[in-house]
């Protein structure tokens, strides 16, 4: 970082900053995340302003050496990164064992980087870094969505009848590699039905329906009144 800072170069600075948040912040506001185009612009200038500001108090000699203490301008942008990581926080959310924005959260931590990078001038860097991030952002979305991976769901099936058996489920999935598991049964007096809950687990991409479609099982036992699908997270 130069001693001299000119305000050419902070505007060059923060306009880099601006740009890359942009950029960044563009793809969580389009899929309706909680971080969306302003929070991304607002912390990757926030941090870039607190390295411009450190950069502007390198030139200073603070105390003489031989005083209490001495000003350690460095501080500045390691707190910037603590307070970035309670907003982080604040954006994860969880819901029993479903637990969500924990990418919007890494986003956050990542602009804040690339602010940190452009405030101190390592323009090279920032642009390398803003590179990266929308790469894996928008490109490995697509790669992410075509991985297959083990999926876990609960099918509850309510019938005022014979039930369904395990087999029977099982016959009507066409996954492979599928497991049916009676996970429990309740009777229900209010409606004279009784509750099935089924484990199934199968293999597949994370846009795939369930292997069971609720309409065959409906019109296979026509004493099934009721059917529904309830995700489970993996641990």
Known sequence: MPLNLTWPDIAVRLALTLVA???IGFNREAHGHAAG???MMLVCLAAAAAM???NLLLSTSGKTPDAFAQIDVMRLPLGVLTGVGFIGGGAIFRRGDLVTGVTTAATLWMVTIIGLSFGAGAITLGVAATALSI???WALKWVDGHIARDQVAILSVTAEGAMPSVSDVRKL????DCRVQLQGQTQSRAMDASVSRYHIRWRGLHRD???LRISVLLDRWPQVSRAEWEAEVLN
Do not use: K, W
């Open 37 to 39: 185009l302003r929070t």
């Open 52 to 54: 411009v500001l450190a």
């Open 135 to 137: 790469l894996i952002i």
């Open 209 to 211: 329906e369930p292997p």
């Open 21 to 23: 948040g942009a950029m």
């Open 173 to 176: 999935i066409d996954a492979r």
